[in-house]
T-cell receptor
Framework: GEQVEQLPSILRVQEGSSASINCSYE??????FPWYKQEPGENPKLIID?????ERKQIQELIVLLDKKAKRFSLHITDTQPGDSAMYFC??????????FGEGTKLTVSS | VTLLEQNPRWRLVPRGQAVNLRCILK??????MSWYQQDLQKQLQWLFT????????VKSLPGADYLATRVTDTELRLQVANMSQGRTLYCTC???????????FGHGTKLSVL
């Protein structure tokens, strides 16, 4: 299978709190898991990624976790700011070069 | 630094008319070029990956028919025909086809049906 499930589809948090987005995948050959942020009217931009030889990666306020056994990975944004409001997409890359994207999460951070 | 140049940013397409899109690679370190579509529900979907000049592929999806051509090492084209619903087409590039190669998006061309 090549599906990536992403939840929740809509997420609203208060400024300063954490936001978590969860994804699951089917392809056991998947070995690369990027996350993209897309602001209104803009293209998707790569914000963080993790490879299958890692379980955790952090870049500033962004943390990604990977559980290969459960075929799940997640993005956690700590200390959210209004500028974090956007669509977020998870993706996986299996044996082929193409990325399979989740359906997206619309994150709104209110001040 | 802009890796890809996609023009135009927006096109109004009369129903039944085909449209031709162009993408120019600005950095030869990322020669693997692809097209992705994003539908009105924001779903992103891979369409094609074309590496070598002369590569050509066709695909039919709900709402549009596609013909992609890698014209040169720096130019990728996409013809969109029989489009019934609007969508955004993104050109992307990566350094390779192997596992873990980062994918970068162009600014996209938003197509609307007239």
């Amino acid at each position: 299978g090549e599906q990536v499930e992403q939840l929740p589809s809509i997420l609203r948090v208060q400024e300063g709190s954490s936001a978590s987005i969860n994804c699951s995948y089917e392809d056991s050959a998947s070995n690369y898991f990027p996350w993209y942020k897309q602001e209104p009217g803009e293209n998707p931009k790569l914000i963080i990624d993790i490879r299958s030889n890692m379980e955790r990666k952090q870049i500033q306020e962004l943390i990604v976790l990977l559980d290969k056994k459960a075929k799940r990975f997640s993005l956690h944004i700590t200390d959210t700011q209004p500028g974090d409001s956007a669509m977020y997409f998870c993706a996986d890359q299996g044996g082929s070069a193409k990325l399979i994207f989740g359906e997206g999460t619309k994150l709104t951070v209110s001040s | 630094v802009t890796l890809l140049e996609q023009n135009p940013r927006w096109r109004l397409v009369p129903r039944g008319q085909a449209v031709n899109l162009r993408c120019i690679l600005k950095n030869s370190q990322y020669p693997w070029m692809s097209w992705y579509q994003q539908d009105l529900q924001k779903q992103l979907q891979w369409l094609f990956t074309l590496r070598s000049p002369g590569d050509k592929e066709v695909k039919s999806l709900p709402g549009a028919d596609y013909l992609a051509t890698r014209v040169t090492d720096t130019e990728l084209r996409l013809q969109v025909a029989n489009m019934s619903q609007g969508r955004t087409l993104y050109c992307t590039c990566s350094a390779g086809q192997g596992a873990g190669e980062r994918l970068f998006f162009g600014h996209g061309t938003k197509l609307s049906v007239l």
